[in-house]
């Protein structure tokens, strides 16, 4: 019984190594017993047209084993540009897609330099075997017009072939009644000038070049074939810049749009952007200009520091306290006739903190009333300070931002693909604006950094560097994606175009002579509060260093950060006090109280960063959350000339 059943098993073994061995015969016997994917012939038809377009014919016959070969092949062109698009483009215009000589499905990449056609379906996968793919295409300005000869320099294979191509051959058709008076053609890899083809004739007199070995991947086939002037239709003056501007057109738009932004923006500044000249700068130690809105002109704009600034103010004046937990900030309003007056601006900050009650937490729930007293308070130092003080030139601006605008339409207009340029080109605007502003702040804060020696700035600084690269890095396969549309020349051309636009924008802001007082009187308060010990020996009658003088320019102090500089000129007044009993006057304000024991600071650290504790509650209750030569005369090579290219299996 068990020698049947291995007799029978051995059987059905032996069936299925029969019906295996038989399949893969078949298989093999498709493909003529190649062990490879390869090009069994590349033969090319080049008809030169009266315009100086060509017509191509290509027939590919590729032999497909199911490696790289799957769904058919691809054929990459270059559309006269160079792999990074720095030269001009010709155009290409596709007109048959065949296999076995039916209509073959087909896409087009287009990288702005190179095309990219692609054979077959993606869901459709070819059996082994011989297929024969024509390609016919046309592409304009591909005569090379001499004094005394024109000429076809033709790359007829290309050289990046991932496959062997058996034979090559190539027909060149001259225009009409045009004699040949010249043929060259060069084998081998890129920049080679073999010689391993012949030159023949057809029946019909054209030139026919021809291999005489297989070309192993990477070595292609170029020929060049001359003939008199005069064959061709003449250019006109208007094709002549038509072709001109085909070619040149983008790179031209860029340019000009660089120098007209540039020249634009420089005139303007000197006409409106200039800051008028400083007077001198001497020490301040009693400041007119309240706190917040010393920060506002000289940002000549609004922050979450403004806002702390305003608030610790009122409340070093007696008119509110803070009270601070681990989680939450307060502000308690105070009734004491005692306090200091209110500038207008605080008064209004006052009146919408405490509209409806007379305490306020700075939370989400908050965030309304909080938005509309900020928003107040903003108002107002818009309407007192916003041209009087300074101007922002916002005008002036537009304009070079729809210069800029222009010059990016005119850019892609010329460009290969335009439409599809023109939309991409709002991409670089938007990130270069973006990394540009970040780039600047990151400048800005090392610079107030080397300033007031706040640890917060270089922090600060270093950490939007950080975005900054990182987002650069990021966006930067994106970006040469986006410039071989338009070439990246011009690309990076108008990237700079959009970052003289980033620059500008705070370049052309620029005081008034009233502004300028201002902000004399600022540098005068930012001096005596970032001055050493030894030199403040130098001031005429400074104050006493008090807990109460403290406190009355700790606010100017975070406006202008430089909380750590003047925290630190207290230092030793600040440790003495520790050891009195009644207190420590300098930590235990009686308008602030806080989590520690005794309440007050702990600490000249939790001091320093009253204001910044306070700004950042501020912006996180009030933030909005969001949802998710010539060839054929010789000096030519392989590789050379116009086509080129390659292509492979998918």
């Known amino acids: 019984m068990l020698a049947t059943y291995l007799r029978r098993l051995a059987v059905a073994v032996g069936l299925v190594a029969f019906t295996v061995a038989g399949l893969t015969g078949s298989a093999l016997a498709q493909v003529d017993g190649y062990s490879r994917e390869a090009i069994r012939d590349f033969a090319v038809r080049i008809v030169v047209e009266p315009d100086g377009s060509i017509l191509v014919t290509e027939d590919i016959e590729v032999v497909a084993l199911g ?91 290309g050289n990046e072939w991932s496959f062997p191509i058996e034979n090559a051959s190539a027909v060149v058709i001259p225009p009409p009644g045009a004699p040949v008076t010249q043929t060259a053609v060069y084998t081998g890899f890129y920049g080679q000038s073999g010689n391993d083809a012949v030159v023949g004739e057809t029946a019909g007199g054209e030139p026919r070049f021809r291999t005489t070995r297989s070309l192993a991947p990477g070595e292609g086939m170029t020929v060049a074939v001359g003939w008199p002037p005069g064959y061709l239709d003449p250019i006109t003056g208007s094709q002549r810049l038509t072709q001109w501007l085909e070619r040149w057109g983008a790179y031209i738009a860029a340019a000009v749009s660089l120098g007209l ?28 200009i309240p706190p917040a809105a010393m920060r506002y002109i000289e940002r000549m704009g609004f922050d979450d520091t403004c806002f702390a600034a305003a608030v610790i103010n009122l409340a070093v004046k007696g008119h509110l ?36 009650d007379d305490q306020v937490t700075i939370q989400r729930s908050s965030r309304s009333l909080l938005n509309a007293a900020a928003s107040a308070l903003k108002g107002h130092f818009d309407k007192i300070f916003n041209r009087t003080y300074f101007r922002r030139n916002r005008g002036w601006f537009a304009l070079g931002v729809v210069i800029t605008i222009l010059g990016w339409a005119a850019s892609a207009i010329f460009s290969a693909r335009h439409v599809e340029a023109l939309f991409l080109a709002i991409f670089p605007a938007i990130f270069t604006v973006v990394i540009g502003s970040a780039g600047f702040r990151a400048w800005k804060s090392m610079r107030q950094f080397r300033q007031s020696g706040e640890p917060g700035q270089i922090v600060s600084a270093v950490l939007q560097a950080f ?13 040469l994606g986006i410039g071989t549309e338009i070439g990246v020349i011009p690309f990076l051309t108008l990237i700079g175009v959009g970052l003289l636009n980033v620059v500008f924008f705070h370049l052309l802001k620029a005081p008034t002579a009233i502004g300028r007082a201002a902000l004399d009187e600022i540098e005068g308060t930012r001096l005596y509060l970032t001055v050493a010990e030894e030199d403040r020996l130098k001031f005429a009658n400074p104050p006493d260093k008090t807990p109460e003088h403290f406190h009355e320019l700790l606010p100017y102090a975070i406006a202008l950060d430089v909380e750590t500089a003047w925290t630190e000129q207290f230092k030793a007044e600040i440790e003495a006090a ?40 501020y912006s996180a209750a009030t933030v909005t959350r969001s949802s998710g030569g010539s060839g054929s005369s010789g000096g030519g090579s392989s590789g050379g000339g116009g086509g080129g290219g390659g292509g492979g299996g998918w």
């Open 321 to 356: 306290a803070i009270a601070k937990d681990k989680k939450k900030q307060t502000l308690k309003a105070l009734d004491r006739a005692d306090g200091k007056p209110m500038s207008p601006g605080e008064t209004v900050l006052y009146d919408g903190l405490f509209a409806f």
């Open 467 to 479: 975005i900054v690269t990182v987002m650069a890095i990021g966006i930067s396969g994106v970006f």
């Open 578 to 617: 520790r050891t009195k009993d009644d207190g420590n006057p300098y930590l235990k304000p009686s308008w602030y109280s806080g989590s520690s024991r005794g309440g007050g600071f702990s600490d000249t650290r939790q001091l320093r960063a009253v204001g910044s504790s306070l700004g950042a509650a």
């Open 67 to 157: 490696y790289d070969i799957r769904r058919g092949i691809y054929r990459d062109i270059p559309l006269g540009g160079t792999a990074l698009g720095l030269l001009g483009r010709a155009r290409f215009d596709l007109v048959q897609a065949l296999k076995n000589g039916q209509p073959e499905p087909h896409r087009i990449e287009n990288d702005g330099a190179n095309l990219r056609i692609y054979f077959g379906s993606p869901d459709v996968f070819l059996d082994q075997g011989v297929y024969r793919y024509r390609l016919v295409y046309r592409m304009s300005d591909q005569v090379r017009r001499f004094d005394d000869f024109d000429e076809i320099y033709w790359n007829v294979t």
């Open 261 to 288: 932004v540039l020249l634009y923006y420089l005139i303007v500044w000197v006409k409106v952007g200039r800051d008028p000249r400083g007077g001198t700068v001497i020490p301040v130690y009693h400041p007119e």
